[in-house]
């Protein structure tokens, strides 16, 4: 792999809150406590932040010729963009994740991890959603895809909305749950439109759960009577499930988002949702959905720590060297700037509020090699 120093950045570290400017090696793909004498290629981060490789934790890129419709190849959301490690939430179920590893981990540079849905997305003609009867929810098979595909399956996907699981929804919710238990992963749900009822299904989350598509703008979320947060987000939180934001083409509200946070709600981590929906417009990309957060008032080193160390421990891949700078241990890292330009971002509702600075990947050190920015952000 040979050695790599990134030299000049100001470097942040999101597991102590701290940013210095200093230079960086990795060896081999591993950061090493070393001065950047003797490395083979030296990248200038001069004006420049350098950082734990960003993370997407919701994403959709089981690109098949088959099941993928609507999904994008792992690496035009991820190296291209700056981003080491892209997490698909749920794009295959029991009857398709064995296909995964040929058709997205041996073709990809970008390094991907996946829950598995309870349901059987991508089947053709299935009609009424794809966990909507008891026969495409298969927890006997989503069981046993952990014992063969466990290094790199994170958990388990349910997506509790009328669109995907009708009338079956609660029981779906119930099936994921249970699943997640089994192989001892987090559940990750989406929230969508009703039926399920949101406090239903926000009732049945534990600590270390994940809600995602939080903000979204639909009737019946989070929000309730005269915009008050309902209770049974209140005790989710406090119960220790993680709240993401899963931007996607219909699931992200400025104002929703605002007004949760200002009534002191949490973000945890910040993801895109992006498929081939949204790849050019609404979401466009992980480093553009966080300078939409950071227009909403959240400080740099909030957000990029939404991006690297909390969806790293989220899905328990902090110990494989993501979602930090430590040496010995770190994997990733990517170079931005924080660009001062004025810029209109658009959330899934189609409002447009104007940005006045920029999230801007220049690109991701990620298994010994130098990925620049080749996609749009």
């Known amino acids: 792999m040979g050695r790599i120093a990134v030299v000049g950045g100001i470097v942040l570290n999101p597991e102590t809150g701290t940013s210095d400017r200093s230079d960086l090696v990795l060896d081999d793909g591993v950061l090493v406590d070393e001065r950047p004498d003797g490395s083979e290629q030296h990248l200038d981060a001069t004006d420049c932040y350098v950082c734990p490789g960003f993370i997407d934790l919701h994403t959709h890129v089981f690109n098949h010729p088959e099941y993928g419709a609507g999904r994008v190849a792992a690496d035009r959301i991820g190296v291209d963009q700056g ?35 309870i349901g059987s997305p991508g089947l053709p003609d299935l009609g009424g959603g794809h966990a909507s009867r008891p026969e495409l929810c298969d927890l006997d098979g989503v069981v046993k895809a952990f014992e063969r595909h466990g290094d790199w399956l994170v958990g388990v996907k349910v997506l509790a909305s009328q669109s995907h699981t009708g009338s079956f929804g609660l ?89 949760a946070l200002e009534q002191g709600m949490p973000l945890h981590t910040i993801s895109s949702d992006l498929h081939r929906g949204n790849v050019d417009r609404y979401a466009v990309s992980l480093s553009r959905t966080m300078t939409k957060l950071r227009m909403l008032g959240l400080s740099l080193a909030d957000v990029v720590e939404k991006v690297t160390l909390a969806p790293a421990r989220a899905i328990g891949i902090d110990t ?10 770190c994997r990733a890292l990517t170079i931005f700037r924080e660009r001062q330009a004025a810029m209109e971002l658009e959330d899934a509702e189609g409002v447009v509020r104007k940005a006045e600075q920029i999230v801007e990947p220049v690109g991701v050190v990620l298994d010994g090699r130098f990925h620049p920015l080749a996609a749009p952000v």
């Not at 309902?230 to 993680?242: D, H």
């Open 83 to 117: 981003v080491a490690v892209v997490v698909d939430a749920g794009s295959s179920g029991a009857v398709t994740i064995d296909a995964f590893p040929e058709v997205v981990l041996n073709t990809q540079k970008t390094r991907v991890f996946a829950f598995i849905n």
């Open 320 to 329: 494989q060297g993501f979602g930090t700078v430590t040496p010995g241990r």
């Open 171 to 259: 029981t779906a919710v119930k099936l994921a749950r249970k699943a997640a238990e089994l192989v001892g992963r987090p559940l990750m749900l989406h929230v969508g439109n009703a039926p399920p009822l949101i406090d239903d299904v926000l009732d049945l989350l534990r600590a270390g759960d994940i809600v995602t598509h939080t903000y979204h703008g639909k009737v019946g979320g989070v929000l309730g009577y005269r915009d008050r947060v309902i209770p049974a987000f209140v005790e989710a939180v406090q119960r220790g499930v993680i709240v993401d934001l899963g931007h996607g083409r219909s699931s992200f509200s400025f104002r929703v988002c605002e007004l």
